[in-house]
Structure formats: structure tokens, C-alpha cells
């Protein structure tokens, strides 16, 4: 591909997407002319890509003077050890760079040292994408000592990188020192009981980490046991995702023994775990007297109608569950239509997702009515917080703002739809 044509229009392009575009050294050279010029060029995408050295060498040279350059993905490109080096220089020099995504990019251990080198003094980078790329010992360890260093980088995505234990024990010492970590994630690694305890140990300790995932980890209920008594230690962690894993209803066990007690949790995905009807009613028990869960996903849990009774009566009693994921758990209208009668007596679930189920269209269609009024409901009251006490005062007295309600959502619908949930 001659990439010549690009040297003009892209004088005024902010987001570049070069992905499944055959690129050879010289297109390179081409870009780099091109982006000499450019001064607002904030994505770059690269991916499924073989370089060859010089032509990239050249353009990340360039990439380092652009002030408005961000987003670097070079997902499922061949990154070799002297190309590692330029990254490692761009990620030296560059004011602006935020993140980088080397997902898939056969990183060897010395690739790994030298992004690491450059990460301990970088103070501007907050996410590091190196997914699928083989992580032994060494590697950890090099990431491990820039992470006790680093006091910038946010979001660290280690999905699918062979660690075994030795490296989760790495990686987590080096997090009891890190301050600034918020997302971290570990799912497609076969993680072993005594991994997840190194992962407990550093929960214990770590302050800012905030979203966990361990999806398809292999994690099971001696596992879940160590995690979940840390857990009861950790008053930060917002995000947990377990997805696919053999929890089993041990497991769910020692996860709601520990949701009694906790205040921080937000978002708990446990779909795929094989907790049944019994590991239903544990965590069911757990939400009658939590009230900080938001989200909560256990599909594909052999939940039955039985186990579902069992989460209805808990909605009879929870104030804080909005959303509530029970697709495919084998449920018929016999257990759906106990859920339906609790969820009458709640006002706070928003969201109920039941597909894959034996359940009528009529059932269904009465559950989402009662779950789109509570909805309604959740706007009106999330306006009157909007408003000041100053504000709330000069419309009336308390007893009138009931009936005031109404008026308040109408007057403040601009500001509630800039409001995620």
C-alpha cells in the first residue's frame, strides 16, 4: 500500500485507525512526513502489523514531538527487542502519551525490560495494555520493580499471559508498594490457591486498587476461601469480576459471609461459577442486610426456580440493587413469578435480565413495566438531590415536595441525562 496519498488529509486527522492495513517500511516513512506536520493527532492505531525496524524507528521519533499524542494501539503487531527500545524511548520522552496497547505482541522478556526501564520514571502514562503476551519470571519481575516506582499508571491489563505462581507473587509485592493502581487485570491465567493468596495477602494492604478481574482463572472454593477473608480487610475495591470460574457453592459461600460485611463493593459478575440453588441462598442471605451492591450477574448458575425464591425474597429487603443479571438459569414462571411478587415491594431494581429462561412473554413483559417505573422513580429522586437545599427551601415545605416531584424531574432532565449510573 503507498501511503503518499495520506500525507495530505491527514493534516487534519485527530483519530488515525491504520489496523488490517498492510504497511511496509516506506508507507512508514510516508506517515511520519505526513505527521510532521501534524500537530492535533491524538489516537494512532497500528495493529496486525510486521514492522520492519527502520521505517518504525522513524515514525516514533516523530510520534514523541506531537504534544496532542494519547492513544497508541498496536494490538497484534510483532514488536521485537530493538523496537521495544523505541517504544521505551517514546514512553521516556513523550509529554503526552496516556496509553499504550500491546496486546498480542510476542513482547520477549527483554522487550518487557526495556517498556519497564522507561515506566519507572514516566509520569504520564495511566494505562499499559500487554494482554497476551508471555510473562515469565523475568518479565515480572522487570514490571514489578517499575511498578514500585511508577506513581502514574492506572489501569494495568496482564490477561492472558501464562503467569504462574511465582509471578503472581511478584506482581502482588510489588502492588503492596504501588499507590496509584486502580484496575488490574489478571483473567485467562491459571491461577493456583496459593496465587490467590498472594492476591489476598496484597488486598489486605493495597489502598487504591478499585476494580479486580479474574475472569476464566480457574479459581475455586479453597481459593475463593482465602480471597473473601481478605476481602472483609479491603475497604476499596469497587469492581470484582470472577466470571467462569469453579467457585462452586463453597465458594459463593465464603463470598457472602464476607458481602455482609463489606461497605465498598459495587459490582460483583459471577456468571459461570456452578454456585446452584445452595450458593444462591448464601448470597441471597448476604443482600438482605447489604446495601451497597449496585450490579450483580449470576447467570448460568443452575439457579433453578428454587434458588430464584430465594433472591426475590432478599429484593424484598435490599435498598441498594439496581441491576440484577439472571439469564440462563434454568428457571420456568413457577420461581419467576415468586421474584415478581417481592419485586412489587421494591422500589430501587431497575434492571432484571431473564432471558435464556423458561419464561413466559406476559411474565416478562409485567417484570419490565414494574422495572421501568422504578426507573422513573430512581430520575425523580436522583433530581431532587441535583437540586440545592437552598433551592429545595424556596420551592416549599417538606411535606410539599412530594407532590412536587414531577415538576422537579421536567425542570432538571437536562441535568440527570449527564448522570451515569
Do not use: W
Not at 517499575?146 to 491489563?157: D, F, H, W
Not at 456452578?274 to 444462591?280: D, L, P, R, W, Y
Amino acid at each position: 500500500m503507498k501511503m503518499g496519498t495520506l500525507y495530505d488529509y491527514n493534516l487534519l486527522e485527530t483519530d488515525l485507525h491504520l489496523q488490517f492495513t498492510q504497511i511496509e517500511d516506506m508507507d512508514l516513512l510516508y506517515l511520519r512526513g505526513s505527521l510532521e506536520l501534524n500537530n492535533i493527532l491524538r489516537i494512532l492505531g497500528l495493529g496486525y502489523q510486521t514492522f520492519e525496524s527502520m521505517g518504525f524507528r522513524a515514525l516514533l521519533k516523530t510520534l514523541r514531538n506531537i504534544n496532542t499524542f494519547e492513544i497508541f494501539y498496536l494490538g497484534e503487531s510483532i514488536i521485537r527487542n530493538d523496537m521495544a527500545k523505541c517504544l521505551a524511548k517514546l514512553l521516556k520522552y513523550s509529554f503526552s502519551l496516556s496509553e499504550i496497547h500491546l496486546r498480542y505482541c510476542y513482547l520477549s522478556s527483554y522487550g518487557v525490560k526495556y517498556l519497564s526501564h522507561a515506566l519507572e520514571s514516566n509520569n504520564v502514562l495511566t494505562t499499559l495494555n500487554l494482554s497476551y503476551n508471555k510473562m515469565d519470571i523475568c518479565s515480572i519481575y522487570y514490571l514489578g520493580e517499575a511498578l514500585k516506582k511508577n506513581q502514574r499508571l492506572e489501569i494495568l491489563y496482564l490477561a492472558n499471559t501464562e503467569m504462574g505462581t511465582e509471578e503472581i507473587k511478584y506482581l502482588m509485592d510489588a502492588l503492596k508498594v504501588n499507590h496509584t493502581l486502580k484496575t488490574l487485570n489478571l483473567s485467562n491465567n491459571q491461577i493456583s490457591p496459593q496465587g490467590m493468596k498472594y492476591i489476598a495477602n496484597t488486598i489486605k494492604e493495597n489502598i487504591t486498587l478499585v476494580k479486580l478481574l479474574l475472569k476464566s482463572c480457574n479459581i475455586n472454593d479453597l481459593s475463593m476461601k482465602s480471597f473473601a477473608e481478605a476481602l472483609e480487610q479491603n475497604y476499596n475495591l469497587e469492581h470484582l469480576n470472577l466470571y467462569n470460574n469453579v467457585i462452586g457453592q463453597e465458594g459463593a459461600k465464603y463470598l457472602a459471609k464476607y458481602l455482609k460485611k463489606n461497605h465498598s463493593l459495587r459490582n460483583l459478575c459471577m456468571n459461570h461459577n456452578h454456585i446452584g440453588v445452595t450458593g444462591a441462598k448464601y448470597l441471597a442471605k448476604s443482600l438482605k442486610k447489604n446495601q451497597t451492591l449496585i450490579k450483580m450477574s449470576l447467570g448460568y448458575n443452575f439457579i433453578g426456580d428454587e434458588g430464584v425464591q430465594y433472591l426475590g425474597k432478599m429484593l424484598a429487603l435490599n435498598k441498594g440493587l439496581l441491576f440484577l443479571n439472571l439469564v440462563k438459569n434454568g428457571m420456568t414462571d413457577l420461581g419467576v413469578q415468586e421474584l415478581q411478587k417481592y419485586l412489587e415491594v421494591n422500589p430501587f431494581l431497575i434492571n432484571l435480565r431473564l432471558s435464556g429462561n423458561k419464561v413466559s412473554d406476559q411474565i416478562v413483559a409485567q417484570i419490565k413495566k414494574r422495572t421501568m417505573i422504578n426507573q422513573e422513580n430512581q430520575k425523580k429522586l436522583r433530581c431532587l438531590q441535583i437540586l440545592s437545599l437552598e433551592k429545595i427551601k424556596k420551592i416549599g415545605k417538606k411535606n410539599e415536595i412530594k407532590e412536587l416531584i414531577p415538576v422537579i424531574y421536567e425542570s432538571c432532565k437536562m441535568k440527570y441525562n449527564q448522570i451515569i449510573f
